[in-house]
């Protein structure tokens, strides 16, 4: 049984694209849906969506309420039950604030990237770091071409890629998150071998 307490946030700024111009993303109705859902799934305890525009606000507060009011709701329980994770927030800090009070606990940052960073850490050390201390982490994961690198500077961790191995590297945000917290949050019998370690 895991000591720690554990969040994820889904961030729409500061993003790059593929021209690495800083942007702010859109909002992306399956992202809503599938992360809810897995996160119910590993048992998180709060799914943030990090966006600054209060008309992005209004677009996840009517797709969120169709599933957990009246009709939807009531067709699709387990839905709402996934959408009850989620909270809106316009900035990382809120995040942070919340996640703070919530659990009483220090909260930590973990930044999630595709691209190699020279002090990332391994599946297998923040595995253990989330079952053995007594915290609070936040897993960001980025949309666009990924976070800014003044956002991952301000994470205590940094982990490692999925496969940065591989020729092709462009996962969609809800495939890295599934996988992501299947090998932190999932059963033990995942064994990556240390890619940090490899390098």
């Given at each position: 049984?895991?000591?720690?307490?554990?969040?994820?946030?889904?961030?729409?700024?500061?993003?790059?694209?593929?021209?690495?111009?800083v942007i702010t993303t859109s909002v992306?109705?399956?992202?809503?849906?599938?992360?809810?859902?897995?996160?119910?799934?590993?048992?998180?305890?709060?799914?943030?969506?990090?966006?600054?525009?209060?008309?992005?606000?209004?677009?996840?507060?009517?797709?969120?309420?169709?599933?957990?009011?009246?009709?939807?709701?009531?067709?699709?329980?387990?839905?709402?039950?996934?959408?009850?994770?989620?909270?809106?927030?316009?900035?990382?800090?809120?995040?942070?604030?919340?996640?703070?009070?919530?659990?009483?606990?220090?909260?930590?940052?973990?930044?999630?990237?595709?691209?190699?960073?020279?002090?990332?850490?391994?599946?297998?050390?923040?595995?253990?770091?989330?079952?053995?201390?007594?915290?609070?982490?936040?897993?960001?994961?980025?949309?666009?071409?990924?976070?800014?690198?003044?956002?991952?500077?301000?994470?205590?961790?940094?982990?490692?890629?999925?496969?940065?191995?591989?020729?092709?590297?462009?996962?969609?945000?809800?495939?890295?998150?599934?996988?992501?917290?299947?090998?932190?949050?999932?059963?033990?019998?995942?064994?990556?071998?240390?890619?940090?370690?490899?390098?």
């Open positions: 049984m895991r000591q720690s307490r554990v969040y994820i946030a889904l961030m729409h700024y500061p993003m790059y694209n593929k021209r690495m111009d992306t109705n399956l992202d809503l849906h599938d992360i809810a859902r897995t996160a119910r799934t590993y048992d998180v305890d709060g799914f943030f969506v990090v966006h600054p525009s209060e008309s992005q606000h209004e677009l996840i507060r009517r797709i969120t309420g169709f599933w957990q009011q009246g009709y939807g709701a009531s067709y699709n329980p387990d839905r709402k039950e996934a959408f009850d994770l989620l909270k809106v927030v316009y900035n990382l800090e809120e995040a942070v604030a919340a996640a703070a009070q919530e659990s009483g606990l220090p909260v930590n940052l973990v930044a999630t990237d595709a691209r190699v960073q020279p002090n990332s850490v391994s599946f297998a050390q923040l595995k253990t770091a989330i079952q053995n201390e007594n915290k609070a982490f936040i897993i960001l994961f980025g949309t666009g071409w990924g976070m800014h690198k003044d956002l991952l500077q301000k994470c205590h961790y940094i982990l490692e890629p999925v496969e940065p191995g591989r020729s092709y590297n462009h996962l969609s945000v809800r495939s890295a998150a599934a996988i992501i917290l299947d090998r932190l949050l999932g059963e033990s019998w995942y064994n990556h071998g240390d890619f940090l370690e490899q390098c």
